[in-house]
Antibody
Framework: EVQLVQSGAEVKKPGESLKISCKTS????????IGWVRQLPGKGLEWMGI????????RYRPSVRGQVTISADKSTSTAFLQWSSLKASDNGMYYC????????????????????WGQGTMVIVSS | VLTQSPATLSLSPGEGATLSCRAG??????LAWYQHIPGQPPRLLIY???KRAAGIPARFSGRGSGTDFTLSISSLEPEDFAVYYC?????????FGQGTKVEIK
């Protein structure tokens, strides 16, 4: 059974660092794109970035590039989303998700949907 | 930019629902629909405009190409009351529409 299990809720202060995780199992981690989606309070869904663990090819939403780092550890089949300096505007729910199925190529262009999701990690940033 | 309409749809169980998603420029058929129930992760319903994802009931259907897309729910079940998002994957960054909330009338 394919599973994506995210780390638990976090309460942090502005300026602190944070790394949340998405531990996967039940499939070959390196073969599927993993994405991170956020939902800020009262807002809709937003893609933050995606990573292909096979070669660590990573794409970031322009507005978060430089603000977060997405990484993957093939030895533990775990993807990560990290901040070096949190802001109050980072408050929200963060989901990881796995590509529906392997595409015709390893390119992000062939990712047609994300069918497996983690349960979400709530991040609270407050002074 | 993806624009969804209406913002809210108030319907009763058993009724049909039609949700619209319009793209500012053609996304060909690179469009997906997700269902999001508060407190749960999003759920992929439709990919590539009209293909149902595994395990999705036949009452959900998608159609469209270019700039105009539709998600239809033939007969609403109690578990279908949720927020629905369309999402394009033609251009990076991928973007979601602002969502349509389907609420119980």
């Amino acid at each position: 059974e394919v599973q994506l299990v995210q780390s638990g809720a976090e309460v942090k202060k502005p300026g602190e660092s944070l790394k949340i995780s998405c531990k996967t199992s039940g499939y070959k981690f390196s073969d599927y794109w993993i994405g991170w989606v956020r939902q800020l309070p009262g807002k809709g869904l937003e893609w933050m970035g995606i990573i292909y663990p096979g070669d660590s090819d990573t794409r970031y939403r322009p507005s978060v590039r430089g603000q977060v780092t997405i990484s993957a550890d093939k030895s533990t089949s775990t993807a990560f989303l990290q901040w070096s300096s949190l802001k109050a505007s980072d408050n929200g729910m963060y989901y990881c998700a796995r590509q529906r199925q392997i595409g015709a190529s390893n390119s992000w262009y062939d990712v047609d949907g994300f069918a497996l999701w983690g349960q979400g990690t709530m991040v609270i940033v407050s002074s | 930019v993806l624009t969804q309409s209406p913002a809210t749809l108030s319907l009763s169980p058993g009724e049909g629902a039609t949700l619209s998603c319009r793209a500012g420029q053609s996304v060909i058929n690179y469009l997906a629909w997700y269902q999001h129930i508060p407190g749960q992760p999003p759920r992929l319903l439709i990919y590539d405009a009209s293909k149902r994802a595994a395990g999705i009931p036949a009452r959900f259907s998608g159609r469209g190409s270019g700039t105009d897309f539709t998600l239809s729910i033939s007969s609403l079940e109690p578990e279908d009351f949720a927020v629905y998002y369309c999402q394009q994957r033609l251009n990076w960054p991928w973007t979601f529409g602002q969502g349509t909330k389907v609420e119980i009338k």
